[in-house]
């Protein structure tokens, strides 16, 4: 009696967490949608704050923001190793 009563709960719990899932799935869902959408809005809020800073430009003007640093080789990293293949 003790067995069948346990799998009786258990068939119950599972399909009580199966029927609330399906009623209570969409409302979590919008909910995490809506929480990513404040994030990445943020995100996008504060970039367009920042471009919103710096003063209007003519059309046509060209600007550089950034200058890239020219990397230099260092010739010294190593010894170059010869090697034949074998068949």
């Known amino acids: 009696m ?8 258990i068939a119950l ?11 209570f799935a969409p409302f979590l ?11 990445f809005g943020g995100q996008f809020g504060q970039f367009q704050k920042g471009a919103q800073r ?6 046509g003007e060209i ?4 200058i890239p ?3 230099t080789s260092n010739k010294q990293v190593g010894d170059y190793v010869d090697f034949e293949e074998i068949d």
């Open 2 to 9: 003790g067995l069948l009563r346990t799998i009786l709960i």
């Open 63 to 66: 600007t550089i923001d950034k």
């Open 69 to 71: 640093q020219t990397k």
């Open 13 to 23: 719990v599972y399909y009580g967490l199966k029927i609330l899932s399906r009623l």
């Open 54 to 59: 710096e003063a209007p430009k003519k059309e």
């Open 29 to 39: 869902i919008k909910y995490a949608s809506k929480k990513a959408e404040e994030r």
